[in-house]
């Protein structure tokens, strides 16, 4: 049922279309997006048997992370390597990347990400409050900041999910993920996007939410 279920939310993903300057890199039009579903199936299978109960909900996939991967906040060296300190992306998964993954440079984000919540001891569920790939119409490799609209387009995914995992709390990282949630009516806490020097940030951030018991591990 749980296989179904995680089979079901990739294909409902995956039918939505690709627009100028929004591209869903799951969709069936390209053959290489179907390692990027395999990939992400992957990842929420594991997830599920790790029983994460806090949501982190980034903004969208960067062109040099889950836009090549398919999964949150990684990149293409954490596939290429060991496991992570949790036990996941290690050999012999099944995960594998897309050819064109080659010649992109890995996105630091998800290497500063992955980084922190090894510090913290602190494994959640990652998503993005719009889970496609937003960029710069006819700049494949920008990346856009989601407009209202691309995360409205978003929201029954992450609430799909959160359903799914039996989440009990979710935390915006970065104010487009909690613009997105106060439109749905979830006033969840923000900390910092750990992107471009917010490092030191986003760790505190989830520091003060562990410690004051607003999330649990």
Wanted: net charge positive.
């Amino acid at each position: 049922m749980v296989t179904a279920s995680v089979s079901d939310f990739v294909e409902r993903l995956a039918a939505v279309p690709t627009v100028p300057g929004r591209n869903n890199f799951f969709d069936h039009s390209v053959p290489e997006n179907a390692l990027r579903r395999r990939n992400l199936e992957l990842y929420l299978k594991e997830l599920l048997d790790r029983s994460p109960k806090v949501l982190l909900l980034g903004e969208a996939p960067g062109f040099r992370g889950m836009r090549i991967t398919g999964v949150p906040f990684t990149n293409r060296t954490m596939f290429q390597g060991p496991a992570n300190s949790f036990g996941l992306f290690g050999p012999g998964k099944g995960y594998v990347l897309p050819p064109e993954a080659a010649d992109v440079a890995a996105e630091p984000t998800a290497t500063v990400m992955w980084d922190v919540l090894a510090e913290l001891q602190f494994l959640p569920l990652l998503w993005s409050a719009c889970p496609w790939h937003t960029h710069i119409p006819g700049k494949p490799r920008s990346n856009r900041t989601p407009t209202a609209a691309d995360a409205r387009l978003g929201t029954p995914f992450w609430q799909s999910l959160a359903k799914l995992f039996g989440i009990d709390s979710v935390v915006a990282v970065g104010n487009v993920a909690h613009h997105s949630l106060l439109f749905s009516g979830v006033d969840a806490p923000k900390v910092r996007h750990p992107s471009h020097g917010g490092r030191a940030g986003f760790k505190r951030g989830l520091e003060e939410l562990l410690s004051a018991g607003v999330i649990g591990r």
